[in-house]
């Protein structure tokens, strides 16, 4: 595709990016998808069904069970077959009734063939985001120029194999790269999530900020100090704390903050620390059981009486809401730790380089030491109610998506997140750049050293 078409058709995408979320215009048309939804030259979409039927498409795939790529995705779905994981499959079944004779779900890391798509082959791999999330990798021909883009391949027909990675929301780390299915691979086209590709988030890695939460929370509970350096100043007695019997039963409490699925590490990393159950209401119960995680399963209990570690919605991790949940339970808990858990809460440094080289990314080691005296509490938090915001993400930081993108071979990099802006894409398309300048002068087989299997 020239730059000048691919500016076409990426301007045709910003256009559908700023329309509702509804498959229909105004006047009753279908809403077109952007050329990035739909694989170029088979006719499979991606995370697509907010645009209904699309154009000679016969496979929809669903990466995970999160709102924004399952949008419009019910009851009345009846346009194609839905691919996607099993836990994956049981979620939609359960919180979007799909019916089931539309929905298959596919073993992981094996290469299946895919109905009726002229001999592509999917292979399913562990995202690293929330529980039955996958990337998926496809491998065949160029059969057919389905969906709504201009652009038409002149690869249709030819017998060439095409191989793409379509990442749908992922954190990246070694594994991902070092899958068999991807290893010693050229692949053509990376269909990218990023959300977070921009220096300003470089956040620790998941594994670190996981036992973090976990350490913070072990000392909450026992009494010890939380932050070495300020433990004269801290006081986690409250003022009005129970007395007599109602004080022998009064525990700590820990309150973990979720979306509808997701930040599960977290929580069971808190439990096993603490040798607790883990409570939460009937509706996420049905929703966490979906996951078919027997770890997860053995841990709930339904009265949250038997558990010093609960599981709410993440709003409810703000300190006006910790002491309506706290004044739930009197004389079972006196006090209160609410973790809230997502990307946003990061924040560098002040005078971080904005513009690093490729070289000076890859070698920040700074990334590497994290521990629970780095988790800030919240200037809003009392005695009673601390509440700690934690730079957890279920997305790769812009460290992750660097060392990713430098440690396998690829021709063309698509962005998925954050194309309505032609600013954002331009900013987006220049670090694409740096990175495919690095990996030619470094050697297309250069892959990035992992501090760990989990993490670069």
Sequence with gaps: MSSFKENEVCREASAVEHKTNFPQTSNGTRRKAPFYKVLQGMPVAVDAFRYGAIPKVTAYFLTHAHSDHYTNLSSTWKHGPIYCSQGTANLIVHMLSVDRKWVHPLPMDTPTLIPNSGGVTVTLIEANHCPGSCLFFFEGPQTVNAGDSNFQSSFVGSSKTFRYLHCGDFRASPRHNHHPSVKGKTIDHVYLDTTYLDPKYTFPPQPLVISACAELARRFVRGLPTQEKKASMLSWVSTSEPKGKEKENSRPLVVVGTYSIGKERIVKAIAHALDSKIYCDARKTAILKCQEDPELNSLLTSNPRDAIVHLVPLSTIATDQLKVYLDRFPGTYNKVIGFRPTGWTFSQPAGTNQLPSIVNI???????????????????????????????????????????????????????????????????????????????????????QHHHPDYW
């Design 362 to 448: 890859l070698a920040d080691s700074s990334i590497h030491k994290y521990t629970h005296a780095d988790l800030k509490v919240s200037k809003q938090s009392t005695t009673t109610m601390q509440l700690y915001p934690v730079p957890y993400s279920e997305h790769s930081s812009f460290y992750e998506l660097t060392c990713f993108a430098m440690s396998f071979s690829w021709v063309k990099m698509i962005a998925t997140v954050n194309v309505g802006s032609e600013t954002s894409r331009a900013k987006m398309a220049k670090w694409v750049a740096k990175w495919e300048a690095e990996r030619k002068k470094r050697g297309k087989d250069t892959i990035v």
